[in-house]
Every structure is written in structure tokens, then in C-alpha cells.
């Protein structure tokens, strides 16, 4: 078997040089100031980027910690993430493979029985003819299309890694915001119980002071009122709990009991703080983002991805050219294909040069160039919507401590006044109404403060994630890398 046309053809095929038509990439300007937002609302950022901290060291709360761990190990968006990104890495595979020479082997036979009418030899006869060799096929890539079609599914590739990595990061603060929900609706349930308690015990004493003669119907009515209420709350966060719990059974793949580490006692006090603390968060710079979110450096990827396509839409306006060549061994007897004298090769290169398409060609161009022009809104966009989240995010986290104290003061100022209320209507100085007006005033104030504190929690949550952080589980694996 004579192999050398073949191999003339492989090797011609692998060193005929290639240009690229898909315009040089210029990353876009940054559409955001150069640092963040300044004013009463915001404090000096210092520290080394938020990214870094790995979220264990961000969520210190062990049950926390286990949830999210859960939650990274069966939540089914996630594994959906995963799986993308293994589709577009086989999709670039694909892509890739197109810049070489395909290598195939064949074998065939045939026999055939011919008619004497159609015989050279007037004679009806029977022929065989049996081949076996290689083939090959290429495209000479002259003019950079198959290349650009292969970056394309590159980016694309890396783009998708960087959504995985995003879907990774959102998992990590869903569940993170969940928790914290269903910690903080805990307690507003613990808490309605315990004043609907205390409305009850009112309404006792009012019942009994009216048959005294002390109290009047509408006292007892007032009192009544405030116990529907609370009881109209309880029924409401024992369903907001539940439905919490659901969400976080969701999240983690998983019934949220299993879920839970043994030993582990979540359920929130009624007074305090009942919700973990969370660590302090370094901002960094703006021009970190660029780096550490995951939505941007998808954005860019897919702005790359689309100015690779203009170069493959560039190279449809050139001559395609292909190579396909054989080589092997073919006789009329099977026992004959490897005799000397039986082989044979064959080289076969072809050339199309696009005429008339009806304007195909440059619609594609165009569409191309359209695409890219698209990626670079979306690539500002994502910046843009970035440093705006983040900007929220230390606003909130320096205004949110004023609010939260100034709620604390509220609280305990309202207890004082539920306290000289009850003195002042015991005593006969003041109506039920007036301590029914501060037992109010408490629980509101009180359910208020619960709420604060879950939206503190939440804001940091949201600026952790904002500045990219949630990729790693502690900082010593960014270290390491």
C-alpha cells in the first residue's frame, strides 16, 4: 500500500499558513467613575477585595455553613449549570476538531452479476472488486474561517464556566437570604405567641374588672380586638415559616431536617440578636469587578465570541477549499489485496468561490457585525449594573447600623412605656386604652426590629455578592491557586 500521496496530502494540509479575518479585540471603556460613591451614606472602603473571602469565613454560623455546603452538593440548578458548561466544552471539542484532517479507514467489496447485453464480452459474467485503505479530508483553512468558528466556541465555553460560577456565587447567598428568612420569621412567630399571650391575660383582667364593675364593654372590646389581631399574625408566620422552609428545602436538594447537622439547635431566642453575624466586608476598587463578577467576565466572553463570528462571516466571501485524499490496496479477488502491483491512491482538492447568494452572504456579515455591537451594550450593561448594586450595597451597610439602633432605642423606650402604662391604669389614673395603644406600640416596634435586622443581614449578603464573593469556601484556597 503506497501511503506517500497520502501523506503528502496530511502533511501540505498541516503547514499551509492561515489568516484570520475577525477584527483585533479592543476591550470596551469602563462606563463607571473610577471610585465609589462618596457622601454622607457611605463610609472610606478599605481591605483587600471582597472576593478573597471565602464564605465560610463570611457566614460563621455552622448551620449556615452545613446548608450552603448541602445546597452546593444537590441543588439541581447548579448540577443544571454544570452540565451546560460540559455541553459547550464538547461543543468546542467539536469546533476544534474541524482545524484538522480527518483520518478514516475503509473497507468494501463488491460483487456483481452482469447480463451478456450488457457485457463487454457479449457473454453474461460475474465481477468482484474488493479495496481496503485510508481516506482523508480537509479544509485548508486559508482565510481563518474554521479558526474563528473555533475561538467562537471557545468564548462561548468560558462564558458559560463564568454563568456556572455565577449560578455557584446566587446559590451561596439564596440559601444564605433563606436561612436568615426563615430564622427571622421564627422569631416573629415566637414573639406573636408571646403576645398573644400577654393580650390574653388583658383580656382576662378587663373581663374580670368589667364584672367588677371597674372596666367598661368597650375596655373589653378593645382588649378583644388586639387579641384577634395577634391572633390573625400568629396564623400568618406560622405560614410564612412553613412556606420559608420550603424554600430552603428547595435550595439545599434536600428535606430541610436532614439538612440540618446533629446536634444543631436552630431555632432563634426571642430576644437579642437572632440572627448570626456575618464578617466585615472589604469593597476594593470598581476596576475589580471587572475581574471578580462572574456576569461580567461572561458578558465579555460572549462580546469575544461575537467578534470571532465576524471573521468567520468575513471568510465566507473567499474561495472554500478542501482536500480529500485515499490510499490503499483494491482487487478483483479478496486474496489479492495486499499482491504486489494492487495499490492504489487517489487525490481529489476541490475550490468553490461563492458567485450568487442573493445577498446571503452580506446579511450574515451584517448580522455578525450587529451581534457584536449587542455584546458591547450588554457587556457595558452588566458593568454598569454591577457598580450600581455594589453602591447600594455600601450605603446600605452605612446607614443601616444608625437605623438599627435607633429602632433598639425605640424598643426599649416603648417597653418603659408599656411599663408606666399598666402602673397608670392598675392604679385607675388612665383608661385601657392608653396601654393598649403601648402594648401596640411594643409589638410593632418589636416586629420592626426583627425586620431591620434581617434586611441588615440582607444587604451584606447582597453586597458580598455583588463584589463576587461566594466562589470559594475560604480564602485559603484562593491562596493556594
Not at 412 to 439: F, H, I, K, P
Request: aromatic share 8%.
Amino acid at each position: 500500500m503506497n501511503l506517500k500521496p497520502l501523506m503528502t496530502a496530511v502533511t501540505l494540509a498541516m503547514v499551509l499558513p492561515a489568516c484570520s479575518l475577525a477584527p483585533s479585540y479592543r476591550q470596551p471603556a469602563t462606563p463607571v467613575a473610577d471610585q465609589w460613591p462618596q457622601g454622607e451614606a457611605y463610609t472610606a472602603q478599605t481591605g483587600a477585595p471582597a472576593a478573597d473571602l471565602g464564605w465560610r469565613e463570611f457566614f460563621p454560623d455552622q448551620t449556615l455553613q452545613y446548608l450552603i455546603a448541602v445546597a452546593l452538593e444537590h441543588n439541581r440548578d447548579l448540577r443544571v449549570a454544570t452540565l451546560t458548561v460540559d455541553a459547550y466544552r464538547a461543543q468546542y471539542r467539536i469546533e476544534r476538531a474541524q482545524q484538522f484532517p480527518s483520518l478514516d479507514a475503509y473497507g468494501d467489496g463488491v460483487r456483481q452479476r452482469l447480463p451478456a447485453d450488457l457485457s463487454q464480452t457479449g457473454v453474461a459474467d460475474i465481477a468482484s472488486q474488493y479495496s481496503v485503505g485510508l481516506t482523508t479530508s480537509w479544509e485548508v483553512d486559508l482565510f481563518g474561517r474554521v479558526r474563528s468558528l473555533r475561538d467562537q466556541a471557545l468564548e462561548q465555553y468560558l462564558a458559560t464556566a463564568e454563568a456556572q460560577r455565577g449560578v455557584h456565587i446566587s446559590l451561596v447567598a439564596e440559601v444564605a437570604d433563606a436561612y436568615l428568612t426563615w430564622q427571622t420569621d421564627r422569631a416573629l412567630l415566637d414573639l406573636t405567641r408571646g403576645t398573644l399571650e400577654t393580650y390574653r391575660q388583658s383580656l382576662d383582667l378587663v373581663e374580670q374588672s368589667q364584672q367588677a364593675g371597674v372596666a367598661s364593654a368597650l375596655d373589653v372590646r378593645q382588649a378583644r380586638t388586639a387579641v384577634d389581631n395577634a391572633r390573625a399574625q400568629l396564623a400568618r408566620y406560622t405560614r410564612l415559616v412553613a412556606n420559608d422552609s420550603n424554600a430552603l428545602q428547595l435550595l439545599t436538594g434536600s428535606p430541610l431536617r436532614d439538612s440540618m447537622p446533629a446536634g444543631t439547635d436552630a431555632m432563634p431566642t426571642a430576644s437579642g440578636t437572632i440572627l448570626p453575624l456575618l464578617a466585615e466586608l472589604p469593597a476594593g476598587l470598581p476596576s475589580e469587578l471587572l475581574q471578580r463578577r462572574p456576569d461580567i467576565r461572561a458578558a465579555e466572553h460572549r462580546l469575544i465570541a461575537a467578534n470571532a463570528n465576524i471573521g468567520a462571516a468575513r471568510a465566507a466571501f473567499f474561495p472554500n477549499i478542501r482536500l480529500t485524499a485515499a490510499a490503499g490496496s483494491a482487487s478483483s479477488e479478496m486474496g489479492g489485496l495486499f499482491d504486489a502491483g494492487s495499490g492504489s491512491w487517489s487525490f481529489m482538492p476541490q475550490i468553490s468561490l461563492p458567485i450568487f447568494h442573493a445577498g446571503k452572504l452580506r446579511a450574515n456579515l451584517d448580522y455578525a457585525q450587529i451581534q457584536k455591537d449587542i455584546r458591547v451594550a450588554e457587556y457595558e450593561q452588566s458593568i454598569q449594573r454591577a457598580f450600581r448594586e455594589v453602591a447600594d450595597g455600601l450605603a446600605a451597610r452605612s446607614t443601616f447600623g444608625q437605623q438599627l439602633e435607633a429602632q433598639q432605642d425605640l424598643v426599649r423606650n416603648t417597653q418603659e412605656y408599656v411599663s408606666l402604662a399598666d402602673e397608670r391604669y392598675q392604679a385607675g389614673v388612665d383608661n385601657y386604652l392608653v396601654l393598649l395603644d403601648a402594648q401596640r406600640l411594643l409589638f410593632g416596634a418589636q416586629q420592626q426590629l426583627l425586620q431591620d435586622q434581617l434586611a441588615q443581614r440582607r444587604s451584606a449578603i447582597q453586597l458580598y455578592k455583588a463584589l463576587g464573593g461566594g466562589w470559594q469556601s475560604a480564602s485559603a484556597e484562593v491562596s493556594a491557586r
